[in-house]
């Protein structure tokens, strides 16, 4: 059986990261979805061990001191993590598995597994961003100046991925991922077994 | 605008290249197809101009010395070229273009067009590509065990290639190509334009 796919979706604040995350797992519920902790408080509607586990700063430095993260990046003063347990027992298994992480913390998790499937979210246009930006929190215009570069900033890692998606919608953004998945599947890299098993092990021309 | 995707589709004789271009040509009529010269007779149905353009062997001939091919090969004493009249002209306007191309032709192109997408064709089994085989012609056992041979060192050439696709079902690979379509129109390469208007040019946080 071939392993399955790291599909790790991330970019930046307010790009809609979370919403896309939860319309893939509703169409692909075969899809293993590994939950991030953090130390921020939870925001309305969100339960512990859905959204995200949600822990004490001392929780979470007990977690880091015993190498419990694939990732953790503190953003806005809160710590985010990525629980690495069952992630690549589950990969292993032949299981498909979906990160969203943020900006800082996908660059981690790129070093550390290189095959993995990267994809980057971007705002339909920096106006759009700025609207969703402010939606989300009463900001003072320093802070929310403050955090549209920084939005700017997160967006250039963009470069760094192997696919961007422009979330004008979540069905487009969504219709795009489930390609981008499929399309991985069928990479020559995760299919060397077909290969081998129709031509026999190191049966290669050379041109 | 950005330049449009350069898709081709190879695979062993008898992978059932042909129908599978036909029918994402049908589903999607937007795609130019660019149609392939041969030597060969048409067989029962083929059209001149439609599947490919019947030229003789002084005709081909004389394409090579006027420089008017991609990639040429010779396949079982018959010649098969791309013309490359066209091609670049509708990549340059933004259109993707199909080819389909046999084992040895592709390799050439690939060489030629690096950011071109590489897709091989891949039968369920080598029994189901010897009963395609057997029903194209009336093949000799000793012609039928050389086809088979030479099917699978052009199997093995697979691993070339950015993507296989199994032709299990015309409907399941031509889905899998339409996936591949859409994810490689979202790869990064391909979309530096936007991130540059997201963020300014030269706006590159390096971590």
Chains 1, 2 share one sequence.
Not at 184 to 193: D, G, L, T
Request: proline share 3%.
């Amino acid at each position: 059986m071939s392993k399955g796919l790291l599909i790790l979706i991330s970019g930046a604040s307010g790009t809609g990261k979370g919403t896309v995350c939860k319309k893939i797992l509703a169409d692909m519920p075969e899809i293993f979805y590994s939950i991030s902790a953090t130390t921020r408080q939870p925001r309305t509607g969100e339960t512990d061990g859905v959204e995200y586990f949600f822990i004490t700063h001392e929780e979470f430095k007990k977690w880091i001191a015993e190498d419990k993260f694939l990732e953790y990046a503190e953003v806005y003063g809160n710590f985010y993590g990525t629980p690495l347990n069952k992630i690549e027992e589950r990969l292993n298994r032949g299981e498909n598995v979906l990160l969203e992480i943020d900006t800082q913390g996908a660059l981690n998790v790129m070093k550390k597994i290189p095959d993995g499937v990267y994809i980057f979210l971007l705002p339909p246009s920096l106006e759009e961003l700025e609207k969703r930006i402010k939606i989300r929190g009463s900001e003072s215009p320093e802070s929310l100046k403050r955090r549209i570069n920084s939005a700017k900033a997160e967006i250039s890692l963009g470069r760094k991925y192997q696919y961007v998606v422009v979330n004008d919608s979540v069905e487009n953004a969504v219709e795009k991922i489930k390609s981008i998945i499929s399309a991985e599947i069928c990479r020559v890299s995760r299919n060397k077994k077909i290969l081998d098993e129709l031509t026999g092990e190191d049966f290669l021309i050379e041109n």
